[in-house]
């Protein structure tokens, strides 16, 4: 989509291609494909199991990585790793990391006490077509 071209264009074209019988999804609001996802190259990960994806803002100081990875542990395997800051006081990362079900409290106990701003993209269209 052109910059000058209107919302009402967008959807007019988005109609018209699934009218022709393509699949259509619309990620021009998506933070994580438009941030990370058109940046990365590799492809699927092949259905990493019991994999969580999660989209964080990493203080921009140092450790701030270093204690993401202390406050893990070996508990729980990286499965996917992406950094990016565009001069920010924060970095935006996006991890994928394998947690079975049983784990899922005390995940949830690791990402309270870690503190970061977080969000779980494990529903997100970008990483269902071009990650999973």
Do not use: C
């Amino acid at each position: 989509m052109k910059m000058h071209e209107t919302s009402d264009e967008k959807t007019e074209l988005l109609e018209r291609l699934a009218a022709k019988g393509y699949a259509v999804t619309d990620m021009s609001g998506n933070e994580m494909a438009k941030m990370h996802v058109r940046y990365m190259v590799g492809g699927r990960g092949g259905g990493v199991a019991d994999e969580r994806l999660l989209r964080f803002e990493f203080p921009e100081r140092p450790g701030a990585l270093l204690r993401f990875l202390n406050h893990m542990g070996e508990r729980w395997n990286i499965s996917l790793f992406h950094y990016r800051n565009h001069g920010a006081a924060y970095g935006r990362v996006l991890v994928g990391v394998q947690v079975a079900a049983e784990d899922e409290e005390a995940f949830g106990s690791f990402l309270d006490e870690l503190g970061y701003p977080y969000w779980d993209e494990s529903a997100n269209p970008a990483y269902q077509l071009f990650l999973r």
